[in-house]
């Protein structure tokens, strides 16, 4: 990479502005603010900001390297991802201090597991690509194999909550899946990519094999999305985003999948432990709301519902909104005006029609990003405030009189990403699980994850899944190999 390049300093580490396409760094003329939301007024950096040129480019370099990268096959590119992984370790520590800056995530968490998790997906897709056992068998006189094959370049869209960790949850099954990489970070948190652009060349990734292109979604992203080379496309962000994804990945009959936020639903039964159901519920003020998984909808069966908002008050009571470096703050700030607006506008709309918040329900102080948490129980389910992700500190408060109401209720906005149910009944707990209509369920316990295991949605939670095998059979292209038995060689 040229040392011409400009590089900022942001929380003591030189990070590149600029593309990494190619195995170097690309310059636009046009950039884009990074501010930080700990201190708007605080500009981290001019980033260049890709366009349709751009985006050509770096597919361009994709389409260059395919070959050689998907001919190394599963040992030779784990061997790269393991030491791309070895290299993240390495680096905890400034990533932590880079992405608490860009996006505002407790720094305590972003060093703790966050992070960290990165280097963990590249060794688990590594390890499950090359666990990859072919299925063989034998049929009207022939023998089959099913073997895995890289699709071709492929576009990873990640969003700005904890992009690092998302960035590599997207990119790792797509380069053990031995297809190219074309990233494009969000423009409110892009730091941490540019970052890994660098990890990646230190580890020796060939030139093209990951690039990293930054700018808008309106621009570079769409550009992007629509190239006809491209054969893969991986997005998370919101269903309005996905649609027009869907579109241009349907004009040339490109797999796409979707992750797209939630709405989920958090019971708690009467014969749950109160204490932990309340204290899980306080702690969906985690990161300011700003989690897709978050059961962010309290029903609370009617005869506990005194109990379980005295506990959860004194959890929520307990929160600290503040500087996301302190380790005695447990609730960030915003992500960006605009993000603090929308929210404002929700719960706003939300006491114009009627729904009584119980509390918060403003900002924390007149400047800065944080918002306090927020408590509202809707006039009716049909409240928008029920039936829309708000992607903040704002929860709301319903009671049910038995379990079909918890269950009809649960299922009743067109999200389905998670749900949390808490009850001390092991047959409750299988025959509610199964009911609640989720691409994740966790009884008695919250943000459990396994590599191993399916991630997606249902409705407009997202399309598709990701996570373990399901997504390196995303990443690839399957063919069924059929020999004649006879065959001689």
Not at 43 to 54: C, E, N
Not at 327 to 333: E, F
Request: hydrophobic share 45%.
């Amino acid at each position: 990479m040229s040392s011409e390049h400009p590089r900022v300093p942001v929380a003591g580490t030189a990070v590149s502005v600029d593309h990494y396409i190619g195995g170097r760094r690309v310059s636009s003329a046009e950039t884009f603010e990074v501010r930080s939301p700990l201190d708007w007024s605080l500009k981290l950096a001019d980033v260049s900001a890709g366009d349709a040129a751009t985006a050509a480019t770096a597919v361009d370099a994709a389409c260059e390297a395919g070959a050689d990268w998907a001919a190394l096959g599963v040992a030779g590119r784990g061997a790269h991802l393991r030491r791309l992984a070895e290299l993240i370790d390495e680096t905890v520590g400034a990533l932590a201090e880079i992405e608490c800056l860009d996006m505002a995530m407790l720094l305590e968490s972003l060093q703790k597991r966050v992070i960290s998790r990165g280097a963990r997906n590249f060794r688990a897709y590594a390890d499950l690509a090359e666990a990859y056992s072919e299925r063989t068998w034998s049929s009207n006189g022939t023998a089959n194999r099913v073997e895995r094959m890289p699709a071709g370049p492929a576009v990873v869209i990640t969003p700005w909550n904890a992009p690092f960790m998302l960035a590599t949850w997207k990119v790792a099954p797509a380069l053990a899946a031995g297809n190219p990489v074309v990233l494009k970070p969000a423009e409110w948190a892009p730091l941490s990519a540019s970052v890994l652009a660098d990890l990646a060349d230190e580890a020796g990734l060939p030139p093209g094999v990951l690039n990293v292109v930054q700018g808008r979604g309106a621009e570079a992203g769409a550009a992007l999305v629509a190239d006809e080379r491209v054969r893969r496309i991986s997005f998370t962000g919101s269903p309005e985003t996905a649609r027009a994804i869907g579109a241009a990945a349907a004009a040339n009959i490109v797999p796409f999948t979707a992750e797209l936020g939630g709405k989920g639903p958090l019971i708690v039964f009467e014969d749950a432990d109160i204490e932990a159901a309340a204290r899980t519920a306080a702690g969906q003020y985690d990161d300011s709301g700003q989690v897709c998984l978050a059961g962010t909808r309290l029903l609370v069966a009617e005869g506990i519902l005194e109990e379980f908002l005295e506990r959860f008050d004194a959890h929520t009571d307990a929160h600290v909104l503040g500087d996301s470096r302190d380790p005695a703050t447990t609730i960030s700030p915003l992500i960006h005006p605009d993000h603090l607006a929308r929210v404002e506008g929700f719960v706003e709309r939300a006491r114009a029609r009627g729904d009584a918040v119980l509390r918060g329900g403003r900002r924390h102080r007149p400047d800065g990003l944080w918002y306090e948490p927020t408590l509202i129980r809707p006039a009716s389910n049909d409240s928008e405030i029920v039936q829309r992700e708000v992607f903040g500190p704002v929860l709301t408060l319903q009671t049910f009189a038995d379990e079909a109401e918890a269950v009809n209720l649960a299922n009743s906005t067109r999200y389905g990403l998670s749900g949390v149910v808490f009850t001390g009944s092991r047959e409750r707990a299988d025959r509610v699980g199964r009911s609640v209509r989720a691409g994740t369920v966790w009884v008695n316990c919250f943000l459990v994850r396994d590599l191993t295991a399916p991630f997606g949605g249902c409705g407009i939670s997202g399309l598709g899944r990701e996570g373990g095998d399901y997504a390196l059979d995303f990443h690839s292209d399957l063919k069924t190999l059929q020999v004649r038995q006879d065959t001689t060689a």
